[in-house]
């Protein structure tokens, strides 16, 4: 079975499927003792997570799980963090001046969508 994501070429940090969905790595700034580089294990194309200005907040962030359905039907929970958090740091990345600007628009859409889901009560948090 041929695997779903990849390494994108020329982002160690990111890993994308045939439909072109990307998936960053991120990782908290480096901390006393903590490896730099962070490699996620030995093989040769290997994702290499990236430091992040306050990525410390999504990795102490609540834990939040969710029932998911796909096109499919088929469902599945899905682990991860809080939508509050979420909505929070997409926010601050979407207002920072030296990002990317598509960025900053994907950002400020997945924060207002997630926003948007808990406000009509379809995605509850507790």
Known sequence: MAPTFVRKDLHAETAINAKGFEVDFLRRMQEDGDPHPFKLSE???????????????????????????????????????????FV????????????????RRRDAL????????????LLLVP
């Open 43 to 85: 093989a040769e194309d290997e994702l290499w997570p990236v430091m992040a200005e306050r990525a410390k907040i999504l990795t102490e962030a609540p834990h939040f799980s969710h029932v998911v359905i796909g096109a499919t039907g088929k469902m599945a929970v899905m682990h991860t963090i809080s939508p509050v958090t």
């Open 88 to 103: 929070e740091f997409k926010r601050w990345l979407a207002e920072r001046p030296n990002r990317e600007p598509s960025k």
């Open 110 to 121: 997945q924060a207002q969508t997630v926003q948007g889901l808990m406000d009509e009560g």
